[in-house]
């Protein structure tokens, strides 16, 4: 058996993030040589995950990042198993280097992220390396990015619950942009106006309010009537623009925005949360 030296093992520990033992067990497997002992802790990780495939990975981070010139943003989801992990500071660091190769490189979509470059390998091959010195299962789950004059983000304190809004005008005062990243989170919009809405999601509203109104013993004349009196609540409750402002509910987020200034709105919004 090769000779490991202390050495040898803080360079390991260095490139991988592996524990110390770990790190020995692999230099005297690879009999000494670093880049076969990278490759056996990389192996390790991708016999846990398929080990673990079927865990669910529910609890873990939702991240945003804006660009320095705040035109740019990106909010990514990094999963673990337990919230433990997801606390743990190895799991943290890799999240938020993953968060920052996402924007900086601004792929396409989901798959894209998991195939760029980090570290020697992919985003993906690192996901499962972490996974070998962790021990449970993590999954890199959700990517979004939006490109505007102005792009503001939130993340609720616990790091469950995040926001990414667009703006169509940079000059938008910080605080009201930031409320409104605030209320894409707390109030969970699924449109910016009316016109945003899809028509299969506006039916279905329809359907739920029509057969609710039969259940209750509306007469069938009635029914459209109230399904049309539900559809606008619905607008109402779940159209950004048209949501009433949370902090202070006189005012809706369109009454908001016309006060920051002339033709001031939303472009696009993103939101993801770990918490039921």
């Known amino acids: 058996m090769a000779e490991v030296t202390a050495t040898d093992i803080s360079k390991l520990r260095k490139l991988t993030g592996a524990g ?14 670093v880049e076969k002992a990278i490759e056996i802790i990389r192996k390790k990780g991708q016999a846990i995950a398929n080990k673990r495939a079927d865990r669910d990975a529910s609890e873990g981070v939702a991240l ?26 190895d799991f943290l ?30 985003v993906l091959d690192k996901v499962v390396e972490k996974l070998g010195i962790i021990g ?3 999954d890199l789950s959700y990517y979004a990015k939006i490109d505007a004059p102005k792009v503001v983000d939130y993340i609720h304190p616990g790091n469950k619950l995040a926001s990414l809004v667009g703006f169509n005008n940079a000059g938008i005062d910080r605080q009201i942009a930031r409320d409104v990243a605030m209320q894409v989170a707390a109030m969970n919009p699924v449109a910016i106006d009316k016109a945003d809405v899809t028509a299969k999601m506006l039916e279905q509203e329809k359907d739920i309010a029509r057969e609710q109104a039969r259940k209750e013993g509306k007469p069938e004349e009635m029914i459209d009537r109230i399904a049309e009196g539900k559809v606008n609540k619905f607008y109402k409750e779940s159209t950004l623009l048209n949501q009433e402002f949370i902090k202070d509910n006189k005012k809706t987020i369109r009454d908001v925005l016309k006060e920051a200034g002339k033709d001031i709105t939303v472009t696009e919004f993103k939101r993801f949360s770990l918490t039921i």
Do not use: H, Q, R, W
């Open 64 to 89: 945003t990042k804006v660009s320095e010139d705040g035109t740019k943003g990106v909010l990514i989801v990094l999963n673990s198993e337990t919230d433990f992990v997801a606390k743990n500071s």
């Open 93 to 122: 660091t890799l999240a938020y280097n993953i968060l920052d190769i996402a924007l900086k490189n601004l792929p396409a979509d989901l798959d894209g992220l998991k195939k760029l470059p980090m570290e020697g390998v992919t």
């Open 136 to 138: 449970e299962k993590l």
């Open 20 to 33: 110390m033992m770990d790190c020995k067990k692999a230099l005297e497997e690879g009999a000494g040589n």
